[in-house]
């Protein structure tokens, strides 16, 4: 692969995971308290990703579950109240890796890795993070919709 092309698909895997940075001095990573990943070949459940990075409400949970892990009947149980569910996806069948960090200010940001590998469908990471001293994320107020 071309120096070019590795750099546009470093720069593609960033836009689509909506990652923003944020400098390590500046922040404290926060603790997964549950994560799930996998890869997904039918491109087009790729639209069930919210567009916001982020899950806040049971019912748009159950709806990416249903999508992403149809052979995991049960979805598992999220307390919304205190917790919120943080989504990374990255094309191709790629491992994806997402690094909350909590500034200061108390808004929310994440980093984000994947691996490069090209090919149809796209790979994701699922976690869950405690709500407590989130205000925002990635400057924007926290829609429960």
Request: charged share 30%; glycine share 8%.
């Amino acid at each position: 692969m071309s120096r070019v092309a590795l750099r546009g698909s470093l720069v593609a895997v960033a836009v689509v995971l909506g990652v923003s940075l944020v400098r390590a001095d500046e922040s404290k990573q926060i603790p997964v308290l549950r994560k799930w990943d996998g890869k997904v070949k039918d491109e087009t459940l790729r639209k069930a990703s919210p567009t916001t990075g982020y899950i806040a409400n049971e019912k748009a949970f159950a709806k990416l579950w249903q999508a992403w892990r149809p052979d995991d009947k049960e979805v598992p149980k999220i307390d919304f109240e205190k917790e919120i569910v943080l989504v990374g996806v990255a094309p191709g069948p790629n491992d994806v890796k997402v690094i909350p960090q909590l500034n200061e200010q108390g808004d929310l940001h994440l980093l984000a890795r994947a691996s490069l590998v090209g090919g149809p469908g796209f790979g994701y990471e699922i976690i869950v993070v405690k709500r407590e001293g989130i205000k925002t994320i990635k400057g924007k107020a926290i829609v429960n919709e």
